[in-house]
């Protein structure tokens, strides 16, 4: 679940009134929010762009601070929107640490995330959420884990990857692969050194070298003997292109990992964020409140990428 919307529903109606109190929030809850009085769900609330990183030539990462206290897990997004431009699903990029501050890391790609990217420090973004199930981290203690990112899914997995660190005695090992077009588009390049102290090791590939560049080139599922795990006992997490969820969902089933362990985050077309437009529907499923996290085991049930059923 990226920053990817259709031109459609780029615009709408950007009325904005007072918004309810969030509730708190648990890895795996659904998206709720308790209302004031005369409060809309719809209404997006106010967040202050505190710093901005330059992650990548065209990837950003924005340091939000609120006037009211959020609560919100890995694998949740926002709807992030610019007054008289237009809203798009943006993946929380943060582990939570403060109450009051949140992270969204924003490719330039269409038109609304090419407005964000001319935003500057102390000017505001416009929020509605938390929204979505989040991951799970019930079932990675005691196990492997091992974190498959394709480009820009780097950003959806960055909190789970915060989550581990802060967590490492919990598992056993942990193992990011990561893939990316080139050396110069590894979106947080600059944290991987920290990751490996926090105990994770760190696996980096590109689809195209470079001068200088020795480190691996190839797809990211050419990886997969790094990890160095039993992938019938471990836990998976990925995020990525269409493309490589595929492939890489499909080596870890051969590899014999449980569906149930093979755990994912979808990409979809979104409106309203809590499962009423219909624009994310699939097969008895809503993208937006049903997941976007899904294991492999729900995908194949309810056929969510098309070649993959029961």
């Known amino acids: 679940m990226y920053n990817y919307l259709s031109r459609q529903d780029r615009y709408g109606d950007n009325s904005y009134k007072d ?6 929030w648990r890895p795996g809850m659904k998206a709720q929010r308790k209302k004031k009085s005369g ?23 924005y340091r939000l601070k609120t006037a009211n ?82 480009g820009i899914g780097i950003v959806p997995l960055r909190p789970i990857i915060q989550w581990l660190i802060k967590n490492r005695t919990d598992v056993k090992s942990v193992t990011l692969l990561c893939g990316s077009r080139t050396p110069d588009d590894v979106v947080f390049a600059d944290e991987v050194e920290e990751w490996r102290k926090g105990g994770i090791k760190v696996v980096v590939t590109v689809d195209r070298g470079r001068s200088g560049w020795t480190g691996n080139v190839g797809l990211v599922t050419t990886l997969w003997p790094e990890a160095r795990v039993d992938y ?19 080596d870890l089933f051969f590899f014999g990992m449980p569906d149930e362990s093979i755990v994912t985050t979808l990409e979809a077309h979104m409106k309203c964020g809590i499962g009423k437009c219909g624009h994310c529907y699939a097969s008895e499923k809503y993208v937006c409140s049903d997941g976007p996290v899904f294991t492999f085991k729900e995908i194949k049930e309810f056929a969510l990428l098309e070649g993959y059923n029961t």
């Open 69 to 150: 206290p959020i609560s919100y897990s890995p694998g949740q997004f926002f709807m992030v929107s610019l007054w008289g431009v237009g809203e798009v699903p943006i993946s929380i990029a943060s582990l939570q640490e403060r109450k009051d501050t949140i992270e969204f890391c924003i490719r330039k790609a269409g038109f609304v995330t090419g407005a964000i990217h001319s935003l500057k420090e102390d000017e505001t973004l416009w929020l509605r959420g938390p929204y979505g199930n989040g991951f799970s981290t019930d079932s990675v203690r005691g196990r492997d884990v091992v974190v498959v990112a394709g």
């Open 19 to 24: 918004q309810g109190t969030l509730t708190e």
């Open 232 to 250: 019938k006992e471990s836990v998976a997490f990925i995020c990525g292109p269409e493309i490589m969820i595929r492939a890489a969902m499909q």
């Open 39 to 61: 409060g809309n769900i719809y209404i997006p609330f106010p967040g202050r762009v505190e710093k901005i990183f330059k992650k990548t030539g065209d990837v950003n990462l």
